[in-house]
T-cell receptor, first 112, second 113 residues
């Protein structure tokens, strides 16, 4: 079993749709849960960052962590063409070291 | 958050040559990492750059091919040695501290011809 599973997509949605991006993980020691957005030909930029279970909202973005199910989600409301990018989930266990483990990334296309 | 400057942003190199990529951070950070992202792929950790000691390499990556330096807490270099077309990738510098998430530079897009 892979440590992190993420559907690579591509995922294509119309403008204004609600987008749900998901990852599962197997390492119960992960404490930090992150979502990065990567535009073509750019480095990943941190989008959302949560510690432990629960929800975190930032504008049109909501990150959700369910540690009992080892499942995290990123929701994008009112999606825009500018949201078209690759979204990578990422996990870290800082007590076990400093490494961050990344998912494969989901390519999202939002059509105008 | 940390601001990371990475140079060069892109380069086209001849096979058999070497390229050194620089990573400068605007604040002292505990850990610095080097990743490779091959076309259409996710991030693969090459090594952890340790200040004042040899880098810690991940499986499949060796010091002779990817020598790394980290002379202080804000600067690191990655050299891609004896390049071949298979080394064409984006190389990314990343930093983290004990209580923060990882931040990335903009990456170096390397094409080997």
């Amino acid at each position: 079993q892979k440590e992190v599973e993420q559907d690579p997509g591509p995922l294509s949605v119309p403008e204004g749709a609600i987008v749900s991006l998901n990852c599962t993980y197997s390492n119960s020691a992960f404490q930090y849960f992150m979502w990065y957005r990567q535009y073509s030909r750019k480095g990943p930029e941190l989008l959302m960052y949560t510690y432990s279970s629960g929800n975190k909202e930032d504008g049109r973005f909501t990150a959700q962590v369910d540690k009992s199910s080892k499942y995290i989600s990123l929701f994008i409301r009112d999606s825009q063409p500018s949201d078209s990018a690759t979204y990578l989930c990422a996990f870290a266990d800082r007590t076990g070291g400093f490494k961050t483990i990344f998912g494969a990334g989901t390519r999202l296309f939002v059509k105008a | 958050s940390a601001v990371i400057s990475q140079k060069p942003s892109r380069d086209i190199c001849q096979r058999g040559t070497s390229l050194t990529i620089q990573c400068q951070v605007d604040s002292q950070v505990t850990m610095m990492f080097w990743y490779r992202q091959q076309p259409g792929q996710s991030l693969t950790l090459i090594a952890t750059a340790n200040q004042g000691s040899e880098a810690t390499y991940e499986s499949g990556f060796v010091i002779d091919k990817f020598p790394i330096s980290r002379p202080n807490l804000t600067f690191s270099t990655l050299t891609v040695s004896n390049m071949s077309p298979e080394d064409s990738s984006i190389y990314l510098c990343s930093v983290a501290t004990l209580n923060t998430e990882a931040f990335f530079g903009q990456g170096t897009r390397l094409t080997v011809v």
